[in-house]
């Protein structure tokens, strides 16, 4: 009899540990959403450095319904010219395990139709995950550094880039409570950087109102 309660106690233990993992995981990937929605400006990077452009860098929760998964639309464009991106993407993050997520690099078909769909209420709202193409190797596995900050980057060169010449890319991403470090780089197959920032990444800082 004694035995058969410890047995039902360690079930117990088992269930209520497991649903508290899952539910700090859930927390996890939902606080890493958060600090990457919404709008990000390089203005001031770019003030003081003229290796740096102005850049404008959007971000918004997609397909909440989704449970599987957190969806963002993501557009990126010269702030002299927001209505033309030059980056168009959907990212899907996943917590791989405690502490580390991935971020899933998408494409879009005709992506210009979509430009400023971010300020929509329900972006690509026509659209669903299987309408996208997947951008293999391009991931970037982020990983929980302090309480308020992720870092992460993509692994080796498997991101293939035809981009100026370049055989693949690169990317190196900070994420804190302020803003975004992004640093993206192509490079050639003898490893030459052709094109992206040479210095550091791009400093985005988190845009309030109508900056």
């Not at 319904?65 to 702030?79: P, R, T």
């Not at 308020?148 to 993509?154: F, P, R």
Request: proline share 2%.
């Amino acid at each position: 009899m004694r035995s058969k309660t410890v047995l039902l106690l360690l079930a117990i233990l088992l269930i209520t540990s497991s649903k508290s993992f899952s539910q700090i995981k859930s927390i996890d990937v939902n606080k890493l959403v958060t600090m990457m929605e919404g709008s990000f400006s390089s203005k001031e990077q770019s003030k003081s450095d003229s290796d740096y452009y102005d850049i404008r860098l959007h971000m918004k929760r997609i397909w909440p319904e989704i449970s599987s998964a957190y969806y963002l639309y993501v557009e990126q464009a010269v702030a002299s010219a927001q209505e033309k991106p030059y980056r168009q993407r959907v990212y899907r993050i996943t917590n791989t395990y405690e502490g580390r997520f991935e971020s899933a690099v998408y494409t879009l078909k005709d992506p210009l139709r979509f430009a400023g769909e971010w300020k929509k209420e329900n972006p690509l709202s026509d659209l669903t995950p299987d309408s996208l193409t997947s951008r293999e190797g391009c991931s970037v596995i982020l990983t929980l550094m302090n309480e308020d900050t992720y870092e992460g980057s993509t692994e080796g060169n498997n991101c293939e880039s035809d981009l100026r010449g370049a055989k693949y890319a690169t990317s190196e991403v900070k994420i804190s409570k302020d803003g975004i470090i992004s640093w993206d780089r192509g490079y050639d197959a003898e490893g030459k950087q052709v094109w992206g920032a040479e210095k550091g990444g791009y400093i985005f800082k988190r845009v309030i109102g109508n900056e």
